[in-house]
């Protein structure tokens, strides 16, 4: 069974610090896929990011950058140099199996002015 | 492109009614998904359908029923609402699954939710 595990329930930061959200994952799959999605005070859900079993390689866009690491299973996500904008619910998922992603609990993130 | 559109957007309900929620997606997806999202739980999925006339059970299928009768929409029904239902709900929806003969996952586009409350 797959499992998803985002242990910050909330962070809060004030603007300009870095912060990391966290997420560990758990499958018995050689191939998988995990994803970042944003969720705004809006409500709508936004997609960050997709990375496969097989590219371990980092990932940099903009202020966010993502850090996948097999050998602890975990892949994390850290945003440089926040703003007040970045205030989100953050999700970790991961799809392996048939087609379905499973969801993490999600990591509340404020920042403030 | 509209993307993927919820309808309705709120929707107050008493015990034992029923509804249904209609998802549609204009990108001619195979792929379609319905969550539930409630305060501290993240996103559960109910059920999907990997394609026009298929549906499969998810992780909290129990008291609703879907179909998918035609590609670009999925409906989600209630057939005797209960308080515990009371969420928000998500439709999604993503582009075939495989590639090449193998499994890959492409990201899902989600909708605008759909606020329910059950009195």
């Known amino acids: 069974a797959q499992k998803v595990t985002q242990a910050q329930t909330e962070i809060s930061v004030v603007e300009k610090e870095d912060v990391t959200l966290d997420c560990v994952y758990e499958?018995?799959?050689?191939?998988?896929?995990l994803f970042w999605y944003k969720q705004p005070p809006s409500g709508e859900l936004v997609f960050l990011i997709r990375?496969?079993?097989?590219?371990?390689q980092n990932e940099i866009s903009g202020r966010y950058s993502w850090n996948f690491q097999k050998s602890t299973s975990s892949f994390n996500f850290t945003i440089t140099a926040s703003q007040v904008v970045d205030s989100a619910v953050y999700f970790c998922?991961?799809?392996?199996?048939?087609?379905?992603?499973?969801f993490g609990k999600g990591t509340m993130l404020l920042v403030s002015p | 492109n509209a993307g993927v559109t919820q309808t309705p957007k709120f929707r107050v309900l008493k015990t034992g009614q029923s509804m249904t929620l209609l998802c549609a997606q204009d990108?001619?997806?195979?792929?379609m998904y319905w969550y539930r999202q409630d305060p501290g739980m993240g996103l559960r999925l109910i059920h999907y359908?990997?394609?026009?006339?298929?549906?499969a059970k998810g992780e909290v299928p129990d008291g609703y029923n879907v179909s998918r009768l035609k590609k670009q929409n999925f409906l989600l029904g209630l057939e005797s609402a209960a308080p515990s239902q009371t969420s928000v709900y998500f439709c999604?929806?993503?582009?075939?699954?495989?590639?090449?003969?193998?499994?890959?996952?492409?990201?899902?586009?989600f909708g605008p939710g759909t606020r329910l409350t059950v009195l």
């Open positions: 499958t018995r799959d050689t191939t998988y896929y």
């Open positions: 998922a991961l799809g392996s199996g048939y087609s379905t992603l499973t």
């Open positions: 999604a929806s993503s582009i075939e699954g495989l590639a090449g003969g193998d499994l890959s996952y492409n990201e899902q586009f």
């Open positions: 990108m001619n997806h195979e792929y």
């Open positions: 359908s990997v394609g026009e006339g298929t549906t």
């Open positions: 990375r496969n079993s097989f590219d371990e």
